[in-house]
C-alpha cells in the first residue's frame, strides 16, 4: 500500500446501512419496533407451553383469543409506524389502549413486559414528530450603496432590494388578473384536464 492508493469505495453492507439510517431517520422507528415487540409477549404467552423436564406447563386461558387479536393488532400498529408514518398519533393512542386493555385480558399483559413495551412505544409514536427539512439560507443582504449610512430606511424612490408588490407591476395583464387564467395568455379559464 502506498501514498498513490486510492482509498477503498465504500462497500455494499455501508451503504446499505446508510440507506437504513437515513430511512429509519424520517419516521417514528423506535415507537414501532417498541409497539411490535409489545405485541409478541401479549400473543405469546396464553398459548406457550413451558417444559419442566417431563412436567409441561401450559398458561392457556379462557381470554386466549383476545390476547391472539391484542397481540396481532400491536404489531400491525407496530409495522404501520414503519410504513404509514401520517397515522402516528393513532397508532400511538390505539397502542396505548390495546396495552391497557391487555392487562386484564393477557396475563397482566404478556406479565408486564408486553403491556410496558407497548405503552412506552406508543407513547413515542404520539410524541414523534417529524423533523424540519433544511432549508436554504438567504442571500446575503446586498451592501449599501455609496453614500447610504448602515442602517437607516431607504428613500421612498429607493426601491433597491425590494419586489414590488401585487398590482405594482409593469405589466398591465399580471395587475388586473392574479389567478394566471386570462384571455391574454390563451387559458381562458380552461384546464388542461377538462
Avoid at 383469543?65 to 393513532?90: E, M, N, P
Avoid at 390495546?98 to 413486559?113: T, Y
Avoid at 412506552?120 to 414523534?128: E, K, L, N
Amino acid at each position: 500500500m502506498s501514498a498513490e492508493t486510492p482509498a477503498a469505495a465504500p462497500g455494499q453492507f455501508t451503504h446499505r446501512r446508510q440507506q437504513f439510517r437515513a430511512w429509519r431517520g424520517t419516521r417514528p422507528f423506535w415507537a414501532g419496533l417498541f409497539v411490535l415487540l409489545g405485541g409478541v409477549p401479549i400473543m405469546y404467552f396464553p398459548y406457550a407451553h413451558l417444559q419442566f423436564g417431563h412436567l409441561t406447563l401450559a398458561m392457556a386461558t379462557t381470554a386466549g383469543a383476545g390476547s391472539l387479536i391484542i397481540g396481532v393488532l400491536l404489531i400491525v400498529l407496530g409495522v404501520s409506524l414503519w410504513f404509514q408514518k401520517h397515522v402516528r398519533t393513532f397508532a400511538g393512542v390505539a397502542a396505548i389502549l390495546l396495552a391497557l386493555v391487555s392487562i386484564p385480558v393477557s396475563n397482566f399483559g404478556g406479565f408486564v413486559l408486553g403491556f410496558l413495551l407497548s405503552l412506552i412505544g406508543g407513547a413515542m409514536a404520539v410524541a414523534w414528530a417529524p423533523g424540519a427539512t433544511e432549508q436554504p439560507e438567504p442571500a446575503a443582504e446586498a451592501a449599501p450603496a455609496a453614500g447610504d449610512v448602515p442602517g437607516t430606511a431607504p428613500d421612498k424612490g429607493d426601491t433597491a432590494g425590494f419586489a414590488p408588490l401585487p398590482g405594482q407591476g409593469a405589466d398591465p395583464v399580471s395587475t388586473n388578473d392574479l389567478s394566471g387564467t386570462s384571455p391574454a395568455n390563451g387559458a381562458n379559464g380552461r384546464h388542461s384536464a377538462g
